[in-house]
């Protein structure tokens, strides 16, 4: 049997019949084809949204390249992964796009995301908290995210939910990263009880909010 690697490399140099792939050369199983057609489309999703987004920069196209280069063997790894990889560039600019839509300092998103999960797209909590900022799949479920570890929407829904809770609480930063840590519930019912867990993360993000607003 052929292996990933060999099959793809047949279907990217098939011969090209009226246009299109000859499909007795394209011989990828189904799953397969699909998961690749999966990622290219997240991928491609992402790139429109931030041109609607007027977020015009010279590094998508870099970064387009970059993905075009990628070959057979790293396609593979990345299905085993789960995605594409993302460079802190491209993270920083859906970040920027996010922050001007919800009207949220970017840095106090950045410093959310670090303190979350250090900017690992693919992390996952023991809780089952998911992506770059941490959503459970409750909330990415009501922030219509349909994929928490596509960057684009879990950056856009995780800053509209933070947008939410700095509404919620008249900007207060404090009870706003209390919440988003703990839940609402828990802030609201029991405010003088808040964990040491979370004591610590409001602590942490509020230090990462300084460092980042330090380097303007």
């Known amino acids: 049997m052929k292996s990933f690697d060999k099959l793809l490399k047949d279907a990217t140099n098939a011969p090209k019949v009226g246009g299109d792939l000859s499909i007795k050369a394209l011989s990828l199983d189904k799953d397969r084809l699909r998961q690749l057609v999966h990622i290219i489309r997240l991928q491609m999703n992402e790139h429109l ?68 999960s250090d900017f690992d797209v693919y992390s996952t909590s023991s809780k089952g908290a998911m992506g770059l900022m941490q959503l459970m799949p409750e909330t990415a479920k009501e922030l219509g995210v349909k994929n928490p570890y596509a960057p684009f929407e879990n950056i856009m829904g995780g800053t509209r939910y933070l947008k939410g809770l700095l509404d919620r609480y008249k900007g207060d930063i404090t009870l706003a990263l209390a ?32 460092e980042a607003k330090s380097y303007i």
Do not use: C
């Open 49 to 116: 949204f931030q041109v609607l987004a007027e977020d015009y920069n010279y590094d998508n196209f870099w970064r387009i390249g970059n993905l075009l280069r990628l070959d057979a063997s790293k396609i593979q790894h990345l299905f085993r992964k789960g995605g594409m990889p993302q460079s802190r560039e491209y993270l920083g600019h859906i970040i920027d796009n996010a922050s001007k839509r919800y009207g949220v300092d970017p840095f106090l998103v950045r410093a959310v995301i670090k303190a979350e």
């Open 179 to 210: 919440a988003y840590n703990w839940g609402m519930a828990h802030v609201e019912r029991n405010p003088e009880k808040l964990p040491q867990e979370t004591r610590s993360y409001i602590i942490r993000v509020n230090k990462y909010y300084r």
